[in-house]
């Protein structure tokens, strides 16, 4: 997951922490009507400043916004690749052997 993923699942989560609709979030910015959701949908990015403004409205650090362990879905999705990536070299280190000994049956 890259950064910007991390970012928008973090602020969709901690929006919904927070009780606060797209609109009500927007609001409290000060912004256009659509403009949490267009950052959400990953169509545009904040600045910094607003950035701040967002973690202050939902009374969070900013680094709340781009851990990829700060919300329930980026752990699970963290994990789940860390998980998924680390059986696989298992199994490859277990079954090599038995491949590489098939391979030369099968050549003889």
């Not at 990829?68 to 059986?87: H, I, T």
């Amino acid at each position: 997951m890259n950064l910007k993923e991390i970012f928008i699942n973090n602020l969709k989560y901690y929006r919904k922490q927070k009780g606060m609709t797209q609109n009500e979030l927007t609001l409290a910015l000060n912004k256009s009507y659509n403009y949490i959701n267009s950052v959400e949908q990953g169509k545009i990015l904040p600045s910094f400043e607003v950035i701040e403004q967002i973690c202050e409205a939902l009374e969070i650090r900013p680094t709340q916004l781009f851990g990829d362990d700060s919300s329930p879905q980026n752990v699970m999705l963290f994990s789940k690749d860390s998980y998924v990536e680390e059986v696989t070299e298992k199994l490859l280190t277990r079954l090599k052997p038995f491949i590489s000994q098939e391979i030369k049956n099968a050549l003889r």
